[in-house]
């Protein structure tokens, strides 16, 4: 089921996705005042901040428990109250920095294909899915240079697992698109920023 008005953003860390997402979003209000809403998982809720104390190392869990957690936070971001799907059937534009392709990409590295799967079945695809494709190195280098305290998922090898399971995901869910409806969209994260927002903006029909 695609959820109309909900557009997706995702790629490894350092990919750039939230500079392209504040981008559009203040693009967006120019033309169309308070209907475009960024958003972000893990989110802002009780569930999401557990998960972000999680991948900066305060605590560890199994990656299975990990997997239950994305899902209980995202069912709560799109379901919950004032959520995604409450908001795009309001008429807003919904841009969410990841979301379950980024549970299949990550989760999938260490706990297999299946749960993260299994637990992401029930939620509705995004009209637009925007793939940021970049080499780890580069996007690691980025992350490396915001001098912040890394999160458990940042280092190279993890970030080229992830990557290469983000190519897997994406391709399948490519040979489904004209089933499905989703549209998918590959961003080059090495082009420029003002590059890669006048491509996002090409896709965007609203104005």
Known sequence: MILKNFIVFEGIDGAGTSTQIKKLVERGNN????????????????????????????FSVDERTNAYLFAADRCEHIFGKGGVKELCESGKIVVSDRYFFSSMAYQSVSCGDELPALLNSPFPLPEILFYFEINPEISLGRVNARGEHKE????????KAIAA???????????TSSQT???IIRINAADTIENI???????????
């Open 31 to 58: 033309c169309a005042a308070g209907r475009f809403v960024a958003t972000a998982e893990p989110t802002t809720k009780e569930t999401g901040k557990f998960l972000r104390k999680m991948l900066g190392g305060e």
């Open 165 to 175: 399971r983000y190519e897997k995901i994406i391709s399948e869910y490519e040979k």
């Open 152 to 159: 458990i998922y940042e280092t190279l090898e993890k970030q």
């Open 181 to 183: 409806g989703m549209k």
């Open 197 to 207: 927002a006048k491509n996002i903006w090409k896709h965007i029909s609203c104005c």
